[in-house]
């Protein structure tokens, strides 16, 4: 990118929101703290956090609904600091997607467009193109409580997306529907925004909800951004404890760093007899505390010790199964004092007889790069 102070004629290649510093106190209490956040056009991009930890307010604030105590936001290139919710090009479906149960659904679908003061024959063919769009077509004269709850759900991103927005905030929409059917609305946006091509900005609470359809996800944890990455890398190369924890399962092991060098690092971990080593870029300092973070289906669990060369092995014994389904995790004690260690292993027959059962002796092995050694 050059950067010579002229601006692009249209802003094509730029970002779609910039956030910087991004700051949002109630009184004494720190909501939203000095966020930085860049988001391009078409993203499909998702804040994802423990309930509390200022999702909501930060989209408040990009929608306008909320005043930022300090920081700026601009979308499209402009700043936002002096325009009002209804003069952003932006809309938002709220955490609970408050529909007028007194109107078709027709009328709810233009209902934001009937404000603005659009022509009645626009505001029916714009209203009916959203509906179809979430596939609702024909279903215009019913009213909402002759809805399901995920037809519903389609009623309120149509009335989003009819005002035909550069960015759509999602705030926890699919969260008050049953398991089978978030799944089914999962790709269901995810089409969406491929067919309207416009930004979305989806909140969720829900990692699995996040990682299938995020093009990038920022975690958040008490008011701060821990971490920006596509799905695959925040999994694999999570920059934190919390991320790791957040993000799917983990094992962590809490260690000395003995040696770091040439891409490879030695942990000396209490409790575990022979050191532990890892492969890794980003080397920790000589003698400071790291942490080995592994997941659950990165670790072999087998009988006997593992035959090949250059593993990581510590032997343990089963303490307790769970059964997923299409996997089983085995949580083993490897030490006295250590948490139990969760390995988890396909089924890939049906489980008549468990490889392993209570009380069983295992060896648990894993190659040197297939985790990562965290510093904080
Ligand atoms: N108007 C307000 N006045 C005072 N505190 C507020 C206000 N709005 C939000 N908060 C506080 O700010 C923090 C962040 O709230 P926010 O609604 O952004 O969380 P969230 O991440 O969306 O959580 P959830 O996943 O539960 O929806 C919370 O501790 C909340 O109590
Ligand atoms: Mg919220």
Redesign the pocket.
């Given at each position: 990118m050059s950067s010579s102070g002229t601006a692009p004629a249209a802003n094509s290649g730029s970002p779609i929101i910039e956030v910087s510093g991004l700051c949002k106190r109630?009184?004494s209490?720190s909501?939203?703290e000095n966020i930085d956040l860049t988001i391009g056009r078409g993203e499909f991009f998702a804040l994802l956090?423990?309930?509390?930890?200022?999702?909501?307010?930060?989209l408040r604030m990009l929608a306008g609904l909320e005043l930022p105590s300090d920081g700026t936001i601009r979308i499209d290139g402009q700043d936002m600091s002096f325009v009002p919710a209804n003069k952003r090009p932006i809309n938002m479906v709220f955490?609970s997607y408050a529909v007028f149960p007194h109107m078709s659904v027709l009328d709810n679908v233009g209902y934001g467009l009937r404000i603005d003061g659009v022509p009645g024959d626009e505001i029916r063919r714009r209203a009916e193109e959203a509906l179809e769009l979430v596939k609702l077509g024909g279903f215009g004269a019913r009213r909402p409580d002759q809805l399901s709850g995920g037809q519903r759900q389609r009623v309120a991103l149509a009335r989003a997306l009819v005002k035909r927005p550069k960015v759509l905030l999602l705030?926890?929409p699919l969260s008050a529907l049953d398991a089978k059917l978030r799944e089914a609305m999962r790709l269901e946006l995810v089409n969406l925004q491929e067919t309207v091509g416009i930004t979305f900005v989806i909140?969720t609470?829900d990692q699995s909800e996040a990682l299938s359809m995020a093009t990038r996800i920022a975690v958040?944890n008490q008011?701060t951004v821990q971490q920006i990455a596509p799905p695959a890398e925040l999994y694999e190369f999570p920059a934190s404890r919390f991320v790791a924890d957040f993000i799917g399962s983990v094992n962590l092991l809490e260690g000395r760093v003995e040696a770091a060098s040439g891409g490879r690092i030695r942990l000396a971990c209490p409790g575990i007899a022979t050191p532990i080593e890892m492969e890794q870029d980003r080397l920790p300092a000589v003698g400071s505390t790291g942490w080995v973070a592994l997941r659950p289906e990165k670790i072999d669990i087998t009988k006997e010790p593992p035959v090949e060369a250059g593993m990581n092995t510590v032997s343990g014994k089963v303490e307790e199964i769970t059964y997923l389904g299409e996997t089983s995790v085995y949580h083993v004690r490897i030490a006295p004092d250590l948490p139990l260690m969760k390995v988890s292993s396909a089924n890939l027959d049906r489980v008549t007889r468990r490889a392993f059962t209570w009380e069983d002796p295992v060896h648990l092995s894993w190659t040197s790069s297939c985790g990562v050694v965290l510093d904080r």
């Open positions: 109630f009184g209490f909501a939203v956090g423990p309930s509390g930890c200022g999702k909501t307010t930060l955490q705030d926890e909140v609470h958040m008011g």
